[in-house]
């Protein structure tokens, strides 16, 4: 059990690379021991990974089909939005 968990850590250390290590040791001097330089050097390379990240998304194809003449499309999203969800959270409470 312990070869399995420490080989995880490893291989998630590894994906994470330098600048993943950076903002860890940085974060973590920064807000645990108080180094406001390590804190500046975590948080601005947590920045330049969330950019990176966002520069990086693909867009996902759900369905390809060809569409013939005569054919029409309809997009629907039903999903439920917080205030939606909040608010039903509260109606179930007060009952």
Same mark, same amino acid.
């Given at each position: /059990?312990?070869?399995g968990?420490a080989?995880?850590?490893?291989?998630?250390?590894a994906?994470r690379g330098l600048l +993943?290590r950076?903002?860890?040791?940085g974060l973590?001097? +920064?807000l /645990?021991g108080?180094?406001?330089n390590?804190?500046?050097?975590?948080l601005?390379?947590w %920045?330049?990974?969330k950019?990176?990240s /966002? %520069?990086d998304?693909e867009?996902?194809?759900l369905l390809? #089909?060809?569409i013939r003449? %005569? #054919?029409r499309?309809e997009?629907?999203?039903? +999903?439920?939005?917080h205030? #939606?969800?909040?608010q039903?959270?509260?109606?179930?409470?007060r009952?």
């Amino acid at each position: /059990m312990a070869f399995g968990r420490a080989q995880g850590r490893k291989a998630k250390s590894a994906k994470r690379g330098l600048l +993943g290590r950076v903002q860890t040791y940085g974060l973590t001097a +920064g807000l /645990m021991g108080g180094r406001r330089n390590w804190l500046i050097v975590g948080l601005s390379a947590w %920045g330049i990974r969330k950019l990176r990240s /966002m %520069g990086d998304r693909e867009t996902r194809v759900l369905l390809a #089909e060809p569409i013939r003449p %005569g #054919e029409r499309i309809e997009a629907t999203h039903t +999903g439920v939005t917080h205030t #939606e969800d909040s608010q039903a959270r509260k109606r179930a409470r007060r009952r």
